[in-house]
């Protein structure tokens, strides 16, 4: 039908302009009416693909025709995270500066993997990296050492292949891991992606050691010594230990102060994750949530989850980058340059497992001028403030019991019911559309979890989403469980 | 100066639509304008850092503020790869409907780690890959089998640790790689990120057995199975090859038709890298670079490099996810969903390193239904015009010599000159501005290369390279270089 010569239709300059103001307000209005949707979709495995042709189109065809589908076929089957009432996992807010500064990313299309191959993308992510030293009141040992990572999980492995390439003076870059003995502690509450990071290393969960926690789910200092001795005496070696500070599940916080001294005296390295709460440090009355940081050799936290920098933009600082470029490098001679070699430049391709990384420092840039530490803060704030207005409410209600005081912008709660009663409960709510929070588990017991942040959330959406949870609690729950059993209370004993 | 309790000063959604047009137009003059700019930037490491506060702004400022510092710091620092001249290692090129579903994707921030998470994220992915499965002819093996991975890298890793986990039915990721003999075939040519994966999997270079090539650089499959045999005889266990269709270097195609029976004879993983090369199958007359991919466990290709959707987007399919999701998948309890435990739903999140996953599938059905399969075709077909009319002038020119026939989208030759004259060469010709290049080594002789698939590249702008090389010469090489010595065809021979 078309010649094979013919021009590829590419979209001209002024057609993206306009198609361009199309999207963009095809945003806002997504946003501006964003709390009149069911938070949650109810679709069924498959409905969405239903929809879909099931061969490309030959011919291409305009631009609106792709919203249209978007608002037709997509939006129904989406869980609405930037729903401002959305309380489920943690957030992963997007704001107007950082969606801007994606956009602009992707539009100068550059990559940062050398030095060379943009310099300003490479610079722009170092300065911000040190603009977040100061901002979290970090260790000046991580000042010069920090990378954006897409994910926590990317981080530990980072840090992890770090932690071995240090320990086996190079050793495992040639020879791998082998029959080596290497031991990696963390307890039941650590981010699954720590087990992953074992598994990926060639260590296996075999390496992984399970260190006891205390009453509120905190790593027990005195276990980890224990264990670390054990293992030193049974020939075993020591590599690195995974401390959270704000876990995934119910925000315990592991001692540094106590678990740092116990790595410094074995060399053991010691990896902390802060990916919700470590931003939180923005505000000078939550800068506990970096406490004992000063002894650990990585470190990272997510602007992706809590700080208005939308998904992917982890932050990872190592205290020896130089290690971490020994552990990762391998150079093609096509990748080499003057540049590189003259050292003087920082190529961060080193410092990741991918090669390729767009311009995510933009992100960082655009949200930090936009709202200023200041405006951080506030945001941080207001979120605190939320998770303290949900659970006064919840307290004020004898039906249930909240696990634990709400610190930061996370609520864990329970109906005095059975777990049976609590799945059904949460069932009810996300049901229900007006709200959407999650759940988890400890020491095998069934809670709902309720997670501020959001970027559009406002006191009356918490006082909606409250309402939601006791409307279900009459159609979910029998009537004769609604008493308080201690359940919940035993928990915390 | 401000209270405690200020709002947040979040950007209002007027005030996101008038911003967002304003960067909207920005990017629409910046592709504009584009030609006009010198390809490379011309700084010394350290001048844009030197440009930036040394510290955070403790107070918001408005978003044209960053704008105009975009303008006058970073672009100058900028390597531009949507440049119509940039012919520089592979394109990374982006174009306007997919920067407009990357910024959709961004708005709608949703997450895609569980099916549950946003069912519309999973089930658009799932049909794109089989779209692409049609699209470039790709076996039926694959239909049901892909993901996306951010790129090339992540996807070998991917495939290597399913590798491991089928090879050793399972035990490794218990109990690691061990003292296991693990063996990894690939040739010198094969990308740097094989190697990457080795280490980061625990298994160490040492794993890595370098199989010889022919005189185009393919792996020489009667050499492989002479190593295999040798590994085997030695009590090594030969897990994976890695074959590339389309090295980065110089574009050899390693051939699977003769590599692929070798693999099943010995129950060895065939991992296919086509990173570059593989989307150029959705020409008929190009299906050549996805020969004897029938054999492949796994395979992929992206569609950031050629194929018009900006990074990072890598195609991967595998033949048994199963194995993959088996590998990869830990699962805490806050992650547990009805969902996903009926077994209808995929997880991508079990597909990846990370957790987190953005919306990216939106950019393969943007590109694709703006575009539709006969304008990425006539995209290709002008890439492979522009690398064969840039192949001409260089046969035309007696000073340089063409290394191979320009298959695709990629030109590699050198002046008849030293290594030291080509290097200089190179140098004149990106710090002149017009144009930018990059080179390659082979057999120890350094080589220029040419590569073309720019989204906003013309035939002037081929004719523009080619002069902007020709004047470097008369700048960069002494006179008396200015003649053929024969070097070049004796890397042909």
């Known amino acids: 039908m078309k010649p094979a010569e013919a021009k590829p239709p590419h979209m001209d300059h002024d057609t993206f302009r306009s198609l361009g103001h199309q999207a963009i307000d095809w945003i806002a209005d997504y946003w501006q009416h ?3 949707r069911p938070v949650a979709p109810l679709v069924e495995p498959g409905t969405v693909r239903a929809q879909l042709p099931t061969t490309p189109p030959e011919y291409g065809e305009d631009f609106p025709a792709l919203l249209s589908d978007l608002e037709r076929i997509v939006l129904p089957g989406l869980l609405h995270w930037q729903h401002p009432r959305f309380f489920g996992y943690f957030p992963a807010n997007a704001s107007g500066p950082a969606v801007l500064a994606e956009l602009l990313s992707a539009g ?16 722009v992510e170092q300065q911000m990296l040190d603009w977040f030293v100061h901002l979290l009141g970090l260790p000046e040992h991580f000042r010069g050492g920090g990378v954006i990572q897409d994910t926590a999980s990317s981080a530990v ?10 320990a086996s003076a190079g050793r495992t870059r040639d020879h791998g891991t082998g029959e ?16 992953k990071a074992a598994v990926i290393t060639g260590l296996g969960l075999r390496a992984v050691c399970e260190v006891a926690t205390d009453a509120d789910g905190a790593m027990d200092a005195a276990d980890l010594a224990a264990r670390i001795q054990a293992d030193l005496a049974a020939g075993l070696t020591p590599l ?8 995934t599940s119910d925000l315990s916080f ?33 800068h506990w949530v970096n406490d004992g940081v000063r002894y650990a050799d990585s470190y990272c936290t997510n602007p992706h989850k809590w700080l208005l920098t939308n998904f992917d933009c982890d932050l990872l600082w190592v205290a020896d980058p130089e290690a971490l470029v020994n552990a990762l490098s391998v150079l093609p001679a096509y990748l080499r340059n003057p540049a590189s070699e003259s050292g003087r430049v920082t190529d961060y391709r080193h410092w990741q497992v991918p090669l390729g990384r767009r311009f995510r420092a933009l992100k960082l840039w655009s949200v930090l001028r936009w709202y200023g530490a200041e405006g951080l803060r506030s945001h941080i704030r207001t979120g605190v403030r939320h998770a303290r207005l949900f659970a ?7 039906r249930f019991t909240l696990l634990a005081p709400a610190t930061l912008g996370l609520v864990t709660f329970r109906h005095a019911g059975s777990d049976t009663d609590n799945r059904n409960l949460l069932h009810a709510i996300n ?63």
């Open 34 to 36: 964003l709390a009149d």
């Open 108 to 123: 100068l299309g550059v990559q940062g993997m050398n030095w060379n191959t943009s310099p300003a993308c490479t610079e």
């Open 157 to 166: 492995l980072v840090a992890l292949l770090t932690a071995l390439h240090r």
């Open 180 to 195: 080596c003995g290497y031991r990696v502690y963390l307890t039941a509450e650590t981010h699954s992606a720590a087990r």
């Open 240 to 247: 690195m230990v995974v401390a959270t500070r704000g876990t």
């Open 254 to 286: 592991d001692p540094l102060e106590d678990i740092g001294p116990v790595c410094r005296r074995h060399g053991v390295w010691l990896h902390v994750d802060a990916a919700y709460a470590g931003v939180a440090a923005v505000c000078d009355e939550l």
């Open 392 to 398: 006064d409410l919840v307290r004020e209600d004898d």
């Open 431 to 493: 049901a229900e559309g007006t709200t959407f929070l999650t759940h988890s588990e400890k020491n095998g017991t069934f809670f709902l979890r309720f997670a501020t942040g959001g970027t559009h959330t406002e006191d009356h959406h918490v006082h909606e989403a409250w309402r939601a949870v006791q409307n279900a609690v009459q159609n979910a729950v029998p009537r004769a469980q609604h008493a308080t059993d201690g359940t919940a209370d035993a928990l915390n004993g």
